[in-house]
């Protein structure tokens, strides 16, 4: 089981010096890879449900993050965990993924989803009513952008022809990994993942939703090429060893923990202590799990 990293764009980490500090600590650690959130705007006041954080909390833009990251590793794997597809231009998006995969050497994982907070879609100018449409459609974008000779899209959001862009992404294909619980979320990582991402589980919460994605297996067909659906999950709460063991008797492959001092936020949070709880989780019974 691959052990990873989620939250080098937030709070503490979105200093660049932090930012720095805490990929080469990841890396020196022997930590596989490092990923980022997203929220382009946070509601203002807090909504009482379904905004873990107040809006003062800081959020780099995920590719920006990234490759200030890469700038300063040589190894790790650089996750979106996940970017909202729909809230961003296509074509536009399609350039910055391919140029991180380019400038850290092919070590982009993108994570994508439809997104949820109608307030973040409004402020955007996207309707929250065609997250789903646009996220697939997105998708044909990237690849017609990437991978095809000469790259042309006639879709219901997006329509180009007699274009092109370079550089191409190091990778062939840029690994895609769905993240979210909805139906056709699950539709989506079984059809156009090469990945499925699970944030904030638990080991109860994670064996249903594999339960839900063989389910999908069985309604919609997987690309061949594709191979096997990889899981990664960010678990809520701490990340002790005995979630480790059940993550990985799952099937499990790489588990993202998120560690937040929370008794310093919103005040000026420092790394060492920001990182603390991860340092703790790296030894070697947990990198003995893998196996």
Do not use: C
């Not at 402020?123 to 459609?137: F, I, P, Y």
């Not at 080991?203 to 839900?212: F, K, R, V």
């Amino acid at each position: 089981m691959k052990l990873g990293y989620f939250g080098i764009n937030m709070g503490p980490h979105s200093r660049p010096d932090d930012l720095a500090e805490t990929a080469r600590l990841a890396e020196s650690a022997g930590l596989e890879s490092l990923w980022t959130g997203e929220h382009v705007v946070m509601p203002s006041p807090q909504l009482s449900t379904g905004q873990p954080m107040p809006p003062e909390y800081p959020y780099l833009d995920s590719l920006l993050a990234l490759s200030w990251a890469a700038a300063h590793t040589t190894r790790l794997l650089l996750g979106t965990g996940i970017v909202v597809l729909p809230h961003h231009n296509p074509v536009v998006f399609a350039k910055q993924a391919a140029s991180l995969d380019v400038l850290s050497n092919g070590r982009l994982r993108l994570g994508i989803g439809a997104g949820y907070q109608p307030r973040e879609f409004a402020a955007v100018g996207v309707a929250h009513a065609d997250r789903g449409a646009l996220t697939d459609e997105y998708l044909d974008v990237l690849e017609r952008l990437w991978y095809d000779q000469t790259p042309e899209h006639h879709g219901r959001f997006v329509d180009f022809a007699g274009i092109d862009a370079y550089p191409r992404p190091v990778q062939r294909p840029v690994p895609i990994v769905v993240g979210g619980h909805a139906k056709a979320s699950l539709r989506r990582a079984v059809t156009r993942g090469h990945g499925w991402y699970g944030f904030m589980t638990t080991p109860d919460s994670t064996a249903l939703a594999l339960d839900a994605l063989r389910q999908a297996a069985t309604r919609y067909e997987r690309p061949a090429s594709f191979g096997r659906l990889e899981i990664t999950v960010t678990p809520y709460g701490p990340f002790t060893r005995e979630a480790a063991r059940a993550y990985r008797d799952m099937g499990v492959d790489r588990v993202v923990p998120w560690h937040i001092d929370w008794s310093r936020f919103p005040g000026d949070a420092v790394l060492p202590s920001d990182w603390r709880g991860v340092e703790a989780a790296i030894d070697a019974d947990l990198f003995a799990l893998g196996g």
